[in-house]
């Protein structure tokens, strides 16, 4: 008669030593888009860990907080991470995607005189230091024969450099989506003409992990997961645009045909996660550190993990095979 009470303690012991086991991963993301596409297209749906998710207005909170040991997991564009790495901080690039890279560009109102690259010659402009808007506006300054000292920056994050563009204490920001968008609908901003990151930027934004979470199995088993996850959500959301930017609209507070442009212009997809990033990430440090943004010279390849994609890799192949 004591059999089935015995079998009944053991199960409830086994059960709660395997509640207790559970991996929590800690996930920092930009503006929260890729989190909600992965809740949007089921793929939070009976996770085998617990998912903690805090958002981010831009890449470097996101990196102070890896660096930190605030987060296991954090989604962010590629330049933040030569700085953080630069710095020493112990984490690693683990997967990716890309955004359109002229989803990435420079704004500016329709009375600041700028109508072309050429223009920006004696101009106040903002940027995220270190960051994309960083980036682009040194490449376009050399795109049009300018020097970084024919203009002058202002380093403000994305919502004080809209609110300086608005204001006019700058003639033009360079930001990125969905920031171009908000500009673009709301406040009448204006593309400037080449302005936009196609042949400067690479687009491509990481998935970084702590060398201290990558070192556990359970939060390594979970990463890889999580990244799979992630490419299918980020392939649903190609694939059902209307209801993702309804989506995205109800959870970020932003009108609806905000975040349908803003969609239709980043254009993410997940990518095959390989060296040849670790080449695209090493020529923006070697153009920073050119540019005396970065401290040092630095060399990324160290920084790469490539363990755990093989499931995400083969989630970006088949849809790139479908494109073909």
């Not at 079998?7 to 503006?31: C, F, H, I, M």
Request: no cysteine; net charge neutral; aromatic share 8%.
């Amino acid at each position: 008669m004591r059999f089935p009470f015995l079998l009944a303690v053991v199960l409830s012991s086994l059960a709660t030593s395997a509640l207790a086991e559970k991996v929590t991963l800690r996930l920092g993301d930009v503006k929260g888009d890729r989190f909600i596409s992965l809740r949007e297209s089921g793929q939070l749906k009976d996770l085998p860990y617990d998912l903690k998710l805090t958002s981010f207005d831009s890449g470097a909170p996101v990196q102070e907080a890896l660096n930190a040991g605030a987060l296991d997991v954090g989604f962010t564009g590629d330049l933040p991470f030569l700085f953080v790495y630069a710095a020493g901080a112990p984490v690693k690039a683990v997967g990716a995607w890309q955004n359109n890279p002229d989803s990435i560009a420079l704004l500016t109102r329709p009375d600041s005189g700028i109508h072309s690259l050429k223009d920006l010659k004696g101009k106040q402009i903002a940027v995220n230091r270190g960051g994309w808007g960083h980036y682009l506006l040194l490449g376009l300054l050399d795109r049009a024969g300018l020097k970084p000292s024919d203009v002058t920056l202002r380093f403000l994050g994305p919502v004080d450099g809209r609110a300086a563009l608005a204001s006019h204490a700058v003639d033009a920001w360079a930001t990125w989506e969905p920031y171009v968008s908000s500009a673009v609908v709301v406040d009448q901003d204006l593309l400037v003409p080449q302005g936009g990151g196609k042949g400067i930027l690479s687009g491509y934004s990481y998935a970084l992990a702590r060398e201290e979470a990558l070192k556990d199995p359970g939060k390594r088993k979970a990463i890889a997961d999580l990244q799979a996850r992630l490419a299918k959500a980020q392939i649903w959301a190609q694939h059902h645009p209307e209801a993702f930017a309804k989506a995205l609209s109800t959870s970020l507070g932003m009108p609806e045909n905000i975040t349908q442009r803003w969609i239709a212009s980043a254009q993410i997809r997940p990518v095959e996660f390989t060296p040849k990033l670790a080449n695209s990430l090493q020529q923006s440090a070697d153009f920073f550190y050119k540019n005396h943004v970065l401290p040092k010279s630095i060399d990324v390849h160290q920084a790469f993990d490539y363990s755990l994609s093989s499931q995400s890799n083969q989630l970006a192949l088949g849809q790139e095979a479908k494109h073909e």
